[in-house]
């Protein structure tokens, strides 16, 4: 069972909940022990410090997307085209 953390938003507290992934959709924020404040669930990847580093975008693929939407933009010319023809 993945382990889910809760921060309480007054105190400060946190602590580890053994959830499901049913139970921790289910359980967003817990009562805490001081009771004034709720404990919110801190998503996984912020208790994860490490940054992964951002690959650049290779220099093909941004060519190849632009070719793509250039590509899309004549088909949606061509069918506004072909449907104006309808019309008249
Ligand atoms: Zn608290």
Do not use: H
């Not at 940054?51 to 060519?63: A, L, N, S, Y």
Request: proline share 6%; net charge positive.
């Amino acid at each position: 069972m993945p382990k889910y953390t809760y921060r309480c938003v007054g105190c400060e507290r946190e602590w580890q909940v053994n959830f499901s992934l049913e139970e921790a959709k289910q359980n967003p924020w817990l009562p805490c022990k001081c009771k004034t404040s709720v404990a919110n669930r801190v998503p996984q990847s912020f208790s994860v410090r490490e940054k992964k580093k951002e690959t650049p975008k290779q220099v093909g693929d941004i060519t190849e997307s632009f070719i793509e939407e250039a590509r899309e933009e004549l088909d949606q010319q061509k069918k506004e085209a072909s449907s104006k023809e309808y019309k008249v």
